[in-house]
């Protein structure tokens, strides 16, 4: 895949528990800058734990092993600092916030960043007309800015803003979790549009998914099966095509 | 007679009060002296703070505490405003009375408490010792007026009480939107008791925006009576963030057919204040409707307590209620009550209830922490948002911005960090 040192991400013999329970069995994966991977697996097998674990949500403990970002030692950071090192977790299930609005949650996470970069504030004017060039893309109203975090989104909605988000922030790596599922074939083509207008040489991301529809519009470099919290099997988009043919059964079946 | 009643008979005494034999005054007094105030061990007073009564002087405060204009709240475009300070008059600050304002003097104040109603005491002690307030009186289809009453406590309790007196009448279909605001030198340790009587006729409409910003050292004591006739509404917001200790008592009666109440309330209590306010709206007739919103924050070693009771009496059928009470526990030494309480004596009703306590949202949390938000940031911006529903319907754009300012800087400057 990628030489050692020059991983974006790198995780080494992942094992992390939710409430005494073991998902994460000894996970490894490299991913390069510019590189998009795509994880796929049965229910169960600890996609969503790993995408949980590598945002630092409260609840997940790892026993052992570790994760490197840039060469630092991820798990050492709280959320806040992992996301403004640059890493975006979109979530599988974002939250309704009533009471705050998008535009300001936008806008304070980007100051955020900037605050870390050294960077002043962004202007109000640059910022608005920058939001609403992505909100096109998206193909959302100018009325959600004014609107609460998520509230009363359909589900669409609600993933289309987690891919706003992510394009306003420009992360250096995106962990989508499940950001296809629940969506009609419309809307999973613009959230592909806007995944595939964020690929650059420096930007990474790793796609948890469960079908390999999205992998049609976004295409993966690499593939990998997650089974019973570990990598089981490796490929390229190949590897999609054939998981869909064949059934997570094929791997799981080996992987016993 | 307790002993507080007994201090209180010797106050009066004290007083001098030039028209200290007047009806209204003596009524007061003498029912006080039967009934006494309220104690801990009544049903609704459990969670005031009424220990601050043994230390204060029931005599009003004499007056002439000098205000600088320039620290007065900036003005609200389009409201005129009067200002009493420690309770009294303050024309020097205030507009040129008009039409629909009038100096309430000392026994003037006629407004009939119900004596029964163990839960106006303090409206009785009010009625006993104010010596000046505002009649706000507006004749039938009068068009919408818009005023602000400002009232200032700037002197300590030691030295003497603060007794503000308002009084709202509405004609028939006559519009009032009304600012209310308490506030005080910063320095002060007032003791404030304020007593607030409406009285809406047939087809009026009264916004009523009640501020509690009094200076941290305060203890308020606040009644507001309120009697609706038929098709007229009531809105009142009100915000609670200052004083130590502070008991606001609402009794509003919904008299008259599809006579329509909102109310939206918020509290915030941090260090050792304790926010208390009881709300009891009966619905006398029928078709009425209430539409009742608390929102409480307690942190530090706060408590904030919400007792909102609605009664349908008999005859009110078609009555619609609802009522959405929230408290948010923000230290792991607060306390938050919120309760609401239902009793009805008829069948065609609608009366619905949430009432819950509990802690900031994790999931919220972790999405805002996930987006790059400094945790305090985010804690306050929750906050923030569980407010929100409180004061989003305030539709007097310099009072919001000035609402949301003060909530900002309250929510600022306290002890977040015990938060979760």
Same mark, same amino acid.
């Given at each position: 895949?990628?030489?050692?040192?020059?991983?974006?991400?790198?995780?080494? =013999?992942?094992?992390?528990?939710?409430?005494?329970?073991?998902?994460? =069995?000894?996970?490894?994966?490299?991913?390069?800058?510019?590189?998009?991977?795509?994880?796929?697996?049965?229910?169960?097998?600890?996609?969503?734990?790993?995408?949980?674990?590598?945002?630092?949500?409260?609840?997940?403990?790892?026993?052992?092993?570790?994760?490197?970002?840039?060469?630092?030692?991820?798990?050492?950071?709280?959320?806040?600092?992992?996301?403004?090192?640059?890493?975006?977790?979109?979530?599988?299930?974002?939250?309704?916030?009533?009471?705050?609005?998008?535009?300001?949650?936008?806008?304070?996470?980007?100051?955020?960043?900037? =605050?870390?970069?050294?960077?002043?504030?962004?202007?109000?004017?640059?910022?608005?007309?920058?939001?609403?060039?992505?909100?096109?893309?998206?193909?959302?109203?100018?009325?959600?800015?004014?609107?609460?975090?998520?509230?009363?989104?359909?589900?669409?909605?609600?993933?289309?803003?987690?891919?706003?988000?992510?394009?306003?922030?420009?992360?250096?790596?995106?962990?989508?979790?499940?950001?296809?599922?629940?969506?009609?074939?419309?809307?999973?083509?613009?959230?592909?549009?806007?995944?595939?207008?964020?690929?650059?040489?420096?930007?990474?991301?790793?796609?948890?998914?469960?079908?390999?529809?999205?992998?049609?519009?976004?295409?993966?470099?690499?593939?990998?099966?997650?089974?019973?919290?570990?990598?089981?099997?490796?490929?390229?988009?190949?590897?999609?095509?054939?998981?869909?043919?064949?059934?997570?059964?094929?791997?799981?079946?080996?992987?016993? | 007679?307790?002993?507080?009643?007994?201090?209180?008979? #010797?106050?009066?005494?004290?007083?001098?009060?030039?028209?200290?034999?007047?009806?209204? !005054?003596?009524?007061?007094?003498?029912?006080?002296?039967?009934?006494?105030?309220?104690?801990?061990?009544?049903?609704?007073?459990?969670? +005031?703070? %009424?220990?601050?009564?043994?230390?204060?002087?029931?005599?009003?405060?004499?007056?002439?505490? +000098?205000?600088?204009?320039?620290? @007065?709240?900036?003005?609200?475009?389009?409201?005129?405003?009067?200002?009493?300070?420690?309770?009294? /008059? +303050?024309?020097?600050?205030? +507009?040129?009375?008009?039409?629909?304002?009038?100096?309430?003097?000392?026994?003037?104040?006629? &407004?009939?408490?119900?004596?029964?109603?163990?839960?106006? !005491?303090?409206?009785?002690?009010? #009625?006993? /010792?104010?010596?000046?307030?505002? !009649? @706000?009186?507006?004749?039938?289809? &009068?068009?919408?007026?818009?005023?602000?009453?400002?009232? %200032?406590?700037?002197?300590? $309790?030691?030295?003497?009480? $603060?007794?503000?007196?308002?009084?709202?009448?509405?004609?028939?279909?006559?519009?009032?939107?009304?600012?209310?605001?308490?506030?005080?030198?910063?320095?002060?340790?007032?003791?404030?008791?304020?007593?607030?009587?409406?009285?809406?006729?047939?087809?009026?409409?009264?916004?009523?925006?009640? %501020?509690?910003?009094?200076?941290?050292?305060?203890?308020?004591?606040?009644?507001?009576?309120?009697?609706?006739?038929?098709?007229?509404?009531?809105?009142?917001?009100?915000?609670?963030?200052?004083? #130590?200790?502070?008991?606001?008592?609402?009794?509003?009666?919904?008299?008259?057919?599809?006579?329509?109440?909102?109310?939206?309330?918020?509290?915030?209590?941090?260090?050792?204040?304790? #926010?208390?306010?009881?709300?009891?709206?009966?619905?006398?007739?029928?078709?009425?409707?209430?539409?009742?919103?608390?929102?409480?924050?307690?942190?530090?070693?706060?408590?904030?307590? /919400?007792?909102?009771?609605?009664?349908?009496?008999?005859?009110?059928?078609?009555?619609?209620?609802?009522?959405?009470?929230?408290? @948010?526990?923000?230290? &792991?030494?607060?306390?938050?009550?919120?309760?609401?309480?239902?009793?009805?004596?008829?069948?065609?009703?609608?009366?619905?209830?949430?009432?819950?306590?509990?802690?900031?949202?994790?999931?919220?949390? /972790?999405?805002?922490?996930?987006?790059?938000?400094?945790?305090?940031?985010?804690?306050?911006?929750?906050?923030?948002?569980?407010?929100?529903?409180?004061?989003?319907?305030?539709?007097?754009?310099?009072?919001?911005?000035?609402?949301?300012?003060?909530?900002?800087?309250?929510?600022?400057?306290? &002890?977040?960090?015990?938060?979760?």
């Amino acid at each position: 895949m990628t030489a050692p040192g020059s991983a974006l991400l790198r995780i080494e =013999n992942l094992h992390a528990s939710v409430a005494g329970k073991k998902i994460l =069995n000894g996970l490894s994966l490299s991913v390069g800058r510019g590189e998009v991977h795509a994880i796929m697996g049965p229910n169960g097998s600890g996609k969503s734990t790993l995408a949980s674990v590598l945002a630092g949500r409260p609840g997940y403990e790892v026993t052992a092993g570790s994760v490197s970002f840039e060469g630092r030692d991820l798990l050492a950071l709280p959320p806040e600092e992992r996301a403004r090192a640059g890493l975006f977790l979109g979530f599988q299930y974002p939250v309704e916030i009533p009471g705050v609005n998008n535009v300001y949650l936008l806008k304070a996470a980007v100051n955020a960043q900037r =605050n870390t970069q050294g960077l002043p504030e962004v202007d109000a004017f640059d910022f608005l007309t920058l939001v609403r060039e992505k909100m096109q893309l998206m193909r959302m109203e100018d009325s959600f800015l004014s609107r609460g975090v998520n509230e009363g989104f359909s589900g669409g909605e609600k993933k289309r803003n987690e891919i706003l988000q992510m394009l306003v922030l420009e992360p250096k790596l995106a962990l989508l979790d499940e950001t296809d599922s629940g969506l009609d074939i419309d809307a999973l083509k613009v959230v592909a549009g806007g995944v595939n207008r964020l690929r650059s040489p420096e930007r990474s991301c790793v796609l948890v998914t469960h079908y390999q529809r999205l992998l049609e519009y976004v295409v993966p470099d690499f593939v990998h099966v997650l089974v019973r919290g570990r990598i089981a099997k490796s490929g390229d988009r190949t590897l999609a095509l054939e998981l869909e043919r064949r059934g997570y059964d094929w791997v799981t079946g080996e992987a016993a | 007679m307790s002993a507080l009643t007994a201090r209180i008979a #010797q106050d009066y005494a004290a007083a001098e009060l030039p028209d200290a034999q007047a009806a209204p !005054r003596r009524t007061a007094l003498e029912a006080l002296a039967t009934c006494g105030l309220p104690t801990s061990r009544d049903e609704n007073w459990k969670y +005031a703070n %009424l220990r601050a009564l043994e230390r204060l002087r029931f005599v009003p405060a004499a007056g002439g505490a +000098a205000v600088d204009p320039a620290a @007065l709240p900036a003005p609200i475009p389009g409201f005129t405003r009067y200002v009493f300070v420690d309770g009294r /008059f +303050a024309p020097a600050l205030s +507009a040129a009375p008009g039409a629909a304002f009038a100096r309430l003097q000392g026994g003037a104040a006629a &407004a009939a408490v119900r004596p029964a109603d163990g839960d106006a !005491r303090f409206a009785l002690l009010n #009625q006993a /010792f104010a010596t000046d307030g505002a !009649r @706000l009186q507006l004749p039938a289809a &009068a068009g919408r007026q818009r005023l602000e009453i400002l009232f %200032l406590a700037c002197t300590d $309790s030691a030295q003497g009480s $603060s007794y503000p007196r308002l009084e709202v009448s509405l004609g028939p279909d006559a519009q009032l939107d009304l600012i209310e605001r308490h506030a005080g030198a910063a320095g002060a340790a007032p003791f404030v008791n304020s007593a607030v009587d409406i009285a809406l006729g047939r087809g009026a409409v009264l916004t009523h925006y009640r %501020l509690q910003e009094l200076p941290p050292r305060s203890t308020h004591f606040d009644t507001l009576t309120a009697t609706l006739a038929a098709r007229c509404g009531y809105h009142l917001h009100a915000i609670a963030t200052g004083a #130590q200790a502070a008991r606001s008592t609402q009794l509003v009666q919904l008299a008259g057919e599809e006579a329509h109440l909102t109310t939206a309330l918020a509290a915030l209590g941090d260090a050792q204040q304790v #926010q208390d306010a009881y709300a009891r709206i009966e619905h006398a007739a029928p078709r009425a409707r209430t539409e009742q919103l608390f929102r409480g924050i307690a942190a530090g070693r706060a408590r904030v307590a /919400f007792n909102g009771k609605v009664v349908v009496a008999a005859g009110a059928a078609g009555t619609d209620s609802q009522q959405s009470l929230r408290g @948010l526990l923000a230290g &792991a030494q607060a306390e938050i009550d919120v309760r609401p309480q239902l009793e009805i004596y008829t069948d065609d009703v609608r009366c619905s209830h949430g009432a819950t306590a509990g802690k900031l949202d994790d999931n919220m949390l /972790f999405y805002l922490l996930s987006r790059g938000l400094e945790r305090q940031v985010a804690l306050r911006l929750l906050k923030w948002a569980f407010l929100a529903d409180a004061f989003a319907r305030i539709e007097v754009p310099e009072l919001r911005r000035q609402i949301e300012e003060n909530l900002a800087g309250v929510l600022q400057d306290r &002890a977040l960090k015990e938060l979760l």
